[in-house]
């Protein structure tokens, strides 16, 4: 009974907490450069925990750098309650994304993105079918799906691209089972899983890493910099393949091109990586 109290009152706190300090959003606009009949795309930004927002705002800039010829908004969610993505803001943050972003005109199919923590309080939010609908995809960085809430068959009702570095120390043992997961689908191609070659957990973000995960991470191997057009191009290659009347027959050659190439890198390390186990 006490326990019980002492959790009542701890959730109380939260949500007390969360209306005086709720997450909300900054938004990115398209690039200058970007062309004004460029179709528009909107990615919304959900962190890691105990990562600021304003930290994935280099991956955000390279993201749009690597579709010049989109118009891509960006929503960079932000704090949040001890830098920490939770069920009870995720709601406001995304909101808030989407109204500064009409309040400027902007449109487009939006993408939800996650990274590490910030993708498993996807799969919550989007368990609402309301939700879900709004948005065209999601991208998991750094992340996976739990399997808690959605099934264990790798499928939002929407496309999901599943992108972990070689080298994450927090995340990449799940890199097998979501690869299999999503070979199980009708559609695999929708729910693509692949391994960003030679970067890590961190480097999704930038800047200071929490301490929790540098205990836990693999040392880099190359530049955040590096990193970042590494996830920001398998990001974008995904996008491109989703929007195919938008971009066009070339861009769209080019990034099956890279799909191919990324499922061929993927195939390998996880064979690589079962040969190792077993020896």
Not at 21 to 32: G, I, N, R, T, V
Not at 39 to 59: D, T
Not at 206 to 213: I, L, N, T
């Amino acid at each position: 009974l006490e326990f019980r109290r002492v959790l009542f009152r701890s959730l109380l706190l939260l949500c007390m907490l969360s209306l005086s300090y709720a997450a909300k959003c900054e938004l990115l606009s398209p690039l200058d450069a970007a062309g004004s009949d460029g179709p528009e795309i909107g990615i919304i930004m959900i962190p890691g925990a105990n990562y600021p927002g304003e930290r994935y705002i280099p991956l955000a800039k390279r993201i749009q750098e690597v579709l010049p010829t989109a118009r891509v908004w960006f929503g960079i969610t932000e704090g949040w309650l001890i830098n920490t993505p939770n069920p009870i803001e995720i709601a406001g943050a995304i909101n808030d994304c989407r109204d500064l972003a009409q309040q400027q005109s902007l449109g487009g199919p939006m993408y939800l993105a996650g990274h590490s923590l910030g993708g498993v309080m996807l799969e919550q939010y989007l368990e609402s079918q309301e939700n879900m609908d709004a948005f065209s995809g999601v991208l998991l960085f750094g992340s996976y799906l739990t399997d808690f809430i959605l099934g264990d068959d790798n499928t939002y009702g929407v496309p999901a691209l599943t992108v972990i570095g070689s080298i994450d120390g927090l995340s990449l043992s799940y890199i097998f089972r979501e690869w299999m997961e999503s070979k199980t689908t009708s559609s695999p191609d929708q729910y693509p899983v692949y391994v960003a070659d030679r970067v890590n957990h961190a480097q999704v973000g930038s800047g200071d890493v929490p301490q929790f995960v540098k205990d836990r991470d693999i040392q880099a191997e190359i530049s955040d910099d590096e990193a970042h057009t590494i996830y920001a191009n398998i990001a974008a290659n995904f996008i491109i393949l989703q929007n195919q009347e938008a971009f066009g027959a070339e861009a769209v050659s080019a990034a099956a091109s890279v799909a191919l190439e990324l499922q061929a890198l993927t195939a390998t390390f996880r064979s690589e990586e079962h040969t190792s186990e077993l020896q």
